[in-house]
């Protein structure tokens, strides 16, 4: 795949090839669905795990990019890409973020209804 992010002069700096679409909607679904599977059980905390992996990993991987950029002494003409690369890449994560925040927080509202169907029936 030559989609991601590139370091060389004169190529820019995200590219995605067009078959390369549906490989990437589908990965994206796919740990949508985990995640929401995930969020759902008793334990929420297990809705966290693919959020941090995916933090995990891309800073494993903006990391190797610094280690060869600054061998190279490029560092300091890449820090804004780096940072901009680092944003866009933990898109996901915020995505992963956001289902499980609705998923715990729509749990939360059906315990509260219950509750409070639990309440007028004791009255």
């Not at 715990?104 to 639990?118: D, E, F, N, S, V």
Request: aromatic letters at 8%; hydrophobic letters at 50%.
């Amino acid at each position: 795949m030559g989609s991601g992010f590139h370091f060389e002069e004169g190529e820019a700096l995200v590219t995605i090839n067009g078959p390369d679409i549906p490989v990437f909607l589908a990965v994206m679904a796919a740990a949508l669905a985990l995640e929401i599977f995930l969020s759902l059980k008793k334990d929420g905390r297990l809705g966290l795990v693919l959020p941090g992996l995916w933090l995990i990993w891309r800073v494993g991987v903006l990391l190797s990019r610094v280690a060869m950029l600054s061998a190279e002494g490029r560092l300091s003409d890449y820090t804004g890409r780096l940072f901009l690369a680092l944003l866009v890449e933990n898109l996901p994560t915020l995505l992963l973020l956001l289902a499980y925040g609705a998923c715990r927080l729509g749990k939360r509202w059906k315990t509260i209804g219950q509750l409070k169907k639990t309440r007028i029936q004791d009255l």
